[in-house]
């Protein structure tokens, strides 16, 4: 019987214990998209408490907590941090099965050296040991993304963002990691929501050009993709809920551009003519930038309409989404090729029946110009779990190349969550490891060490290009 959590934790055969320990566990970490604050690295944030750290703004335990019957006060609500943290522990345990119980014994063991299973008995000792540490120099948030090992992160920025704190950060020459923005212009994007008018304006003040047409609205967003590209990004982040192609001719979308200015309402096929244009020329600029393009694609969000009036989006509402996608991607891709502005590209389904559809569709649009230009991206969101991983990771690997694969990010917004970099690891060394015992492939360590590496790492280093010595 084999102690929970111990070193080969996930680990099966020899072979996996050894691609682990040897060749993944101390590679760097390359966290090309996560939702971190760049105000609190810039600021060297400390934390009051373990709560302030641990549950704040993760909505994966809100959700956890909810299930278990656990009051919306001692959630998001009034209760104190310590309630809070002892509704966590009271959960945690009914969390068998679920990611999170691994997730949260990860996170104490590698940070705080807490070995301890975490439950009301051991709630008060785990309280008072966290909130010690969380006092002393090595709990900064700059002290915890340097003993995580992280080279670079690559944060979430609203189009319309100063990245005021990235410059800050980019001005301390002693912290040593790359703090880069990545451009996010859903807001933009999603023509139909409450408040485009208000952002539009916005943009309208930050780029310094008057938007009356859509030619102007097009002309602002290059302006800040300019901005944002001297300011070091080079990847941009897009949500696509409902996947979307609709032709259209430039006089049209100046028309819907128009009408949703008027605060009129717009049909479902010019919401997708003025998203398919839009997008595609996005795409032709981040192209002739060189950067990449993710697209998340398949999230279901606020679906309980009186949580979102009462805590706004991303509290833990949201769910997987089951349209079909093949027909619209496909076009939508094919439109950025045939315009020469296919850019790198990175494809993320949150429906994992769509693995094989994204897993042969990045083989459509490859064309030799870089290893891996189209990629299936990693299992995010409700995938990004021991069973997600392996069946992203085994679909890329029958459809395409694994060996080209970008491997893990956070995806988060806490501090703590580097340790999914170790998780996703342990599932990459295991799922090798085993087809290496079987016989599916070479017990090689030179081929398959080199393998492990280059996806927890090195590929993306050469993917994104983006110099760690400057």
Request: charged share 30%.
């Amino acid at each position: 019987m084999r102690k929970f959590m111990d070193d080969n934790f996930l680990l099966k055969n020899d072979a996996a214990v050894k691609l682990y320990h040897d060749y993944a566990k101390h590679m760097p970490i390359y966290d090309y998209h996560c939702h971190l604050s760049p105000k609190e690295i810039a600021e060297n944030k400390s934390f009051k408490n373990i709560t302030e750290i641990w549950l704040a703004g993760d909505h994966y335990k809100w959700r956890a907590l909810r299930s278990n019957g656990i009051d919306e006060e001692y959630i998001t609500g009034g209760a104190s941090d310590y309630e809070k943290f002892k509704a966590w522990a009271r959960t945690l345990p009914y969390c068998l099965g679920n990611p999170l119980y691994h997730w949260s014994h990860l996170e104490l063991k590698r940070y705080f050296n807490i070995d301890s299973l975490i439950n009301e008995d051991t709630a008060d000792e785990i309280w008072e040991k966290a909130n010690e540490l969380l006092g002393t120099e090595d709990f900064t948030v700059r002290s915890l993304i340097k003993r995580s090992n992280v080279k670079v992160i690559c944060t979430t920025d609203d189009a319309i963002d100063s990245l005021e704190y990235h410059r800050q950060i980019k001005e301390d020459k002693d912290f040593g990691v790359k703090v880069l923005p990545t451009f996010r212009p859903d807001k933009g994007l999603n023509i139909e929501n409450e408040g485009f008018i208000q952002w539009v304006e916005k943009l309208s003040e930050v780029s310094g050009i008057k938007i009356k047409s859509y030619d102007d609205f097009i002309d602002a967003l290059y302006n800040r993709v300019e901005f944002f590209h001297k300011e070091g990004c080079r990847i941009s982040d897009h949500a696509i809920d409902d996947m979307f192609f609709e032709e259209a001719r430039e006089e049209e979308v100046d028309t819907i551009f128009k009408k949703a200015l008027k605060g009129e309402k717009l049909s479902q096929v010019e919401l997708a003519q003025y998203k398919t244009m839009t997008l595609v020329k996005l795409a032709k600029k981040f192209s002739e930038l060189n950067w990449a393009m993710q697209l998340h694609i398949g999230a279901m969000r606020n679906n309980n309409s009186k949580m979102f009036k009462q805590l706004g989006p991303d509290t833990g509402f949201d769910s997987i989404n089951d349209g079909n996608i093949a027909r619209s991607l496909s076009r939508l891709l094919d439109k950025m090729n045939s315009q020469e502005g296919l850019p790198k590209t990175i494809l993320y389904t949150l429906n994992a029946k769509d693995n094989d559809v994204l897993g042969t569709m990045i083989g459509n649009f490859q064309d030799g110009s870089i290893p891996g230009k189209l990629q299936f991206g990693t299992a995010w969101w409700f995938n990004d779990q021991k069973d997600g991983m392996e069946k992203q990771m085994i679909s890329l690997a029958n459809l395409g190349l694994l060996s080209r694969f970008v491997g893990m990010v956070t995806d988060s917004r806490s501090f703590l969550s580097f340790t999914r970099h170790e998780y996703f690891r342990r599932v990459l060394c295991n799922l090798i490891g085993t087809w290496a015992e079987e016989g599916e492939v070479p017990y090689d360590f030179d081929l398959l060490g080199r393998m492990v590496q280059d996806i927890c790492f090195n590929n993306a280093v050469n993917y994104f290009g983006i110099k760690l010595d400057d």
